[in-house]
């Protein structure tokens, strides 16, 4: 049994930051590639940015200079640095990770955080 448990969402003013954790937990043996997503309002889900094992970060243009995603393997857990945010960032963030377990790779997903940017 593989969990994701997301933290660290929250009301933030525009310009502000916030930071979001994803922690992974249960029968692991390797985790490879792990990730953040966002659904907005009357939006598709799309993806913010991923982070390879070994540490190479992917982001969506739209997050580019602005959001950080780190990664801690010993801890297996993924972090999100957001910062200048802006309303239109207002969504649900997903962790996403893909994750060995025994001999197979498996397709987790965690609960959602919401991030709402407002003043």
């Known amino acids: 049994q593989v969990q994701l448990v997301e933290s660290g969402g929250g009301l933030v003013q525009p310009g502000g930051s916030l930071r979001l954790s994803c922690a992974a937990s249960?029968?692991?043996?390797?985790?490879?590639?792990m990730g953040w997503y966002r659904q907005g309002p009357g939006k598709e889900r799309e993806l913010v940015a991923v982070?390879?094992?070994?540490?190479?970060?992917t982001y969506a243009d739209s997050v580019k200079g602005r959001f950080t995603i780190s990664r801690d393997n010993a801890k297996n857990t993924v972090y999100l640095q957001m910062n200048s945010l802006k309303p239109e960032d207002t969504a649900v963030y997903y962790c996403?990770?893909?994750?060995?377990?025994?001999?197979?790779?498996?397709?987790?997903w965690g609960q959602g955080t919401q991030v709402t940017v407002s003043s």
């Open positions: 996403r990770a893909f994750i060995v377990v025994t001999t197979k790779t498996n397709d987790y």
């Open positions: 249960g029968s692991i043996f390797r985790i490879n590639l």
């Open positions: 982070i390879t094992s070994g540490g190479t970060a």
